[in-house]
């Protein structure tokens, strides 16, 4: 299974593979890491079927115990640092047997948790004698969903070779987007460049110190990313791409995007933790309309709703029941727009609004009130109301104090000039603290 990402590292042995807070190590020193974690694991008892965590940042211990994990035929369960505070959480949902943790020497240790993993997609997939990988989903409505993958599944698609090219691991390795921007890199011998920081100004320096070729974030990062004026302060002048996904573009912000960055392509991706990243392709630059699929994906549109159907595809939830329709096809709840063979994402159908009847798309709404000065950030929700079902309700986020009463005059106002007269907020509210999640994901709820 991991045979054809080994060919590649000793092919490109001498070259970068890893840059970072701790160095740059070739592929053959990557190699050597490799082989060092097999032995560790192999130690600790850890081998096919093993439900094991690996917790920590990308790093190149952290890269070469994940790959060696895949390759003992473990399933590994990733665990970011920004998603210890749930950790007690993951290890029961996801059933973890074994705690792989890296260390301050970067080296990985190992801690039996006394559980045994008995769940029947555990079975089935043991039975194929493959590795598995565990993502949890964002949870913001309660428990979340605990996805299990085939890895000989998830991986087909990094056999075929494409453009080596230097990449900023953005999205951290416990999210499908993060994962697929280290596979991508790894199976074509690219460099991959982990930054001191995920702030704009530890970003924008890793680019410029190691000269990141690509640059993969959230519509919310990048936002963050002009307003902190950090792309000013640095030389980016290594940058061809910047790729976007997890949460709905707004046009103005695209606007701003593609006007600060002159002769770099920003790409739109889709991708879902359930199937892996489809390959894609943005209509211009400026465009929020795009097309998706590529090999091994197909997409249909059912009443509006984009439904996909992956050979990727995960085997299922652990903890609720599958969303597959009985043909086979994921159910991703994302709205869309169709224009022939392009989409425009209008947002999740669970943040919809429904004011009377009429439906109304938070991503929408919140678009036009970032248009206006002095607004930070936006989060659009809907609140119960007796006559129409629900209204819109508005947290806003400045850069400056401003008073509450003329905040909701100014927006209330712009809205009115831009939307229909349902869509407008019958309220906005002062957020005293960010509206995005440490993974840079709008807070809606």
């Known amino acids: ?40 694991l192999a130690r600790a008892g850890i081998g096919p079927g093993t439900v094991a965590t690996l917790e920590g940042d990308f790093s190149p211990g952290g890269i070469a115990g994940l790959l060696a994990l895949m390759d003992a035929g473990a399933v590994v369960a990733p665990i970011a ?25 970067d080296a990985i240790r190992v801690e039996a948790t006394g559980r045994n993993a008995t769940h029947a997609l555990y079975a089935a997939l043991r039975r194929q004698g493959h590795a598995g990988l565990v993502l949890f989903t964002s949870g913001s409505t309660g428990e979340p969903k605990v ?101 709905v573009m707004p046009p103005a912000l695209l606007r701003r995007l593609a006007g600060a960055f002159p002769g770099v392509t920003l790409l739109q991706k889709y991708g879902l933790t359930e199937l892996g990243t489809l390959r894609s392709h943005s209509s211009a630059n400026d465009s929020p309309w795009v097309r998706i699929g590529g090999e091994g994906y197909q997409t249909r549109v059912v009443d509006g709703l984009l439904q996909i159907r992956a050979e990727s595809s995960m085997l299922g939830y652990l903890n609720a029941p599958s969303p597959f329709t009985p043909d086979g096809w994921f159910m991703t709840g994302d709205a869309v727009e169709v224009d022939g063979e392009y989409l425009r994402i209008l947002g999740r159908v669970s943040d919809l609004i429904n004011v009377g009847g009429r439906k109304v798309y938070p991503p929408e709404v919140e678009a036009v009130i970032l248009e206006l000065d002095n607004v930070r950030e936006a989060a659009v929700r809907g609140e119960p109301h007796p006559l129409v079902g629900r209204v819109v309700v508005a947290r806003v986020a400045l850069r400056e104090p401003e008073d509450p009463r003329a905040l909701e005059r100014r927006v209330r106002e712009h809205c009115r000039s831009r939307l229909a007269p349902y869509m407008v907020p019958v309220k906005v509210e002062i957020a005293t603290g960010p509206l995005h999640t440490e993974r840079h994901k709008t807070v809606r709820r």
């Open 147 to 247: 996805v299990l993958h085939d890895c000989a599944r998830l991986l087909a698609k990094y056999t075929t070779r494409r453009h080596r090219i230097r990449t900023l691991l953005f999205l951290l390795f416990d999210h499908i987007g993060g994962f697929d921007t280290l596979l991508q890199a790894l199976s074509n011998a690219s460099a991959v460049i982990v930054p001191d920081d995920r702030t704009p100004e530890g970003v924008c320096a890793a680019i410029a110190r190691h000269r990141a070729e690509v640059l993969p974030a959230s519509p919310s990062f990048l936002s963050m990313l002009l307003m902190s004026g950090a792309h000013t302060r640095h030389d980016l002048s290594s940058l061809r791409y910047v790729t976007y996904g997890a949460e």
């Open 81 to 105: 640092p920004t998603s210890e505070h749930a950790l007690e959480r993951s290890l029961r949902l996801a059933e973890v047997e074994a705690r792989v943790r890296l260390g301050a020497d």
């Open 1 to 40: 299974m991991f045979g054809f990402l080994l060919d590649v590292f000793r092919e490109h042995a001498g070259d970068e593979a890893v840059a970072g807070p701790l160095g740059s190590e070739s592929y053959e020193r990557l190699l050597a890491r490799v082989d060092a974690a097999r032995v560790t």
